[in-house]
């Protein structure tokens, strides 16, 4: 009887040690963050660099499209320390060609989080990538540069967009395909083809 019972003392004992293991194992799951970005009251121009940081240390980057970014591709700041943020969850600082922001987000497992994003350089709308850096007449005369060349391409041909419905939810994220019907050759205004999935839809995966 005595043996018995330390058996079942012993196995209840190596079942809650197993089970303790395996929760620490699992990994944590992405914050998919997305949002608008602004340069000086203007949308941010493609390639503006977007980074994440924790305790000063960047965790994730990616570049903005059409004054967006966290579309495509989906910006995923993932678990720092991979605990399930057992004992708290860090706070994410955001930073725009390398200015903070002063936009902040608590960390959430599994959570897709619309942040916008706006700094002002004091200047025109800035290169992308140029750290904080931008602005002024070498940043404006770029920008009308760029806007009188897209104006040339526009007039030789039309882009025409067309895409497909939205896929269903997938590792928290939902695709679809777009085509130009004009075949112009260029992407100047192609639409997104990724974007995080809402929470609602994220349940029902």
């Not at 200015?99 to 959570?111: P, Y």
Request: aromatic share 6%; proline share 5%; with cysteine.
């Amino acid at each position: 009887m005595i043996r018995t019972k330390l058996k079942l003392i012993l196995m209840a004992l190596i079942t809650v040690i197993l089970f303790s293991n395996l929760v620490f194992a699992v990994p944590g799951i992405p914050n998919a963050f997305y949002g608008t970005v602004t340069l000086n009251g203007n949308p941010a121009p493609d390639g503006t660099v977007v980074t994440a940081k924790i305790n000063g240390v960047e965790v994730a980057r990616t570049t903005t499209k059409n004054g967006k970014y966290g579309y495509s591709p989906v910006f995923y700041v993932d678990d720092p320390n991979n605990d399930l943020c057992i004992g708290g969850c860090p706070v994410i600082h955001f930073y725009v060609n390398g200015i903070d922001t002063g936009k902040t987000a608590i960390f959430c497992n599994g959570c897709v989080t619309e942040v916008n994003l706006s700094v002002n350089t004091g200047g025109g709308a800035g290169v992308p990538g140029a750290g904080g850096t931008g602005g002024g007449a070498g940043g404006s005369t770029e920008e009308t540069t760029q806007t009188n060349q897209t104006g040339t391409q526009q007039q030789q041909c039309q882009e025409r967009w067309v895409c497909s419905e939205w896929s269903e939810c997938i590792n928290g994220v939902q695709t679809r395909t777009c085509r130009d019907e004009n075949n112009c050759g260029t992407n100047n205004n192609e639409p997104f083809t990724s974007q995080p999935c809402s929470p609602e839809e994220r349940k029902e995966e």
